[in-house]
């Protein structure tokens, strides 16, 4: 890089590294400064913003998102976006429901392979056939699935508000698919029966309460905060089970001196970097098609406008209503 730009570069991007420096060593901030910077040019260009996953590393989280937050609150600000163009940093689904509640507008994936071991472990055959054989039982689909799934299904919820959705129904049994340890987790909430599906978030499905235990044992006084879509033996042992957005805003709210992210690794990053105070206790697990998210992708996207998430108008129209009957409740 020419010696004069790349001073200028560092110079524009100085404050951006005032956020993330205690997570990026000041050897590697050029390369993304350099991106970092064309990012921005091209969004003003594009007239684009970025929806960014809390399970985005930090150079993506503090450094070019526009909007970040857990799947409930990318939804909900995907309604109200003012742009011509949704860049989604996060999986495929949740790209499909901001197209879905933007169907006019422009919205990019930087990977297509972006996916979910949840998203993929349900079809909407299956879900047919769940209908078939519980007749009348409600189906509630948790958004991470596909587009063609959300068709499916009367009521989508997120681990933010899947408990008030089931309660919402006002019925003793529903289908909540397709993350069995969700639905597990919300049947021990509400004592509505839940009928389930073998879905697993493989994030998620690797900790265990011999774990939690242990690091109780080696970090004395350590408050545990897991998701739920951990296996109930974890939400068990944790002393608060929420969403990513009810993670952070807990650490916020109580301070814990000394706390562990029973989830994704990059949400310990972008959470630390809000709290120098606090401890965060790091086991934690990376999600592979979180981490196929990266700054050249970004820039890659906005510079070609790849890749463009389309959806089938007749499937778009159902999974639009289970999406908005949920942002309704
Ligand atoms: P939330 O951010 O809605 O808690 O979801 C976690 C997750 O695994 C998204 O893929
Ligand atoms: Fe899917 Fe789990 Fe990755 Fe979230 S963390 S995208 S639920 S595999």
Redesign the pocket.
Known sequence: MHATRSSDILARTAPLYERVKNVIPPVEWPVFADDIDAIQALKRARNAVILAHN?QTPEIFHCVADIVGDSLALARQATKVDADVIVLAG?HFMAETAKLLNPDKTVLIPDLEAG????SSITPADVRLLRERYPGVPVVTYV?TSAAVKAESDICCTSSNARKIVESLGVDKVILLPDEYLAQNVAADTGVKIIAWSGH????ERFNAAEIRSLREQHAGVVVLAHP?CPPEVVAEADFAGSTAAMVDYVAAKKPARVVLVT?CSMSDNVAIQHPDLEFVRPCNL?P??KRITLPKIRQALATMVYEVTIEPAVAHRARQAVERMLAI
């Open positions: 399970y999986v979910c071991s949840l998203a991470n978030c493989e994030v998620h879509e994704e999600c098609h979180m």
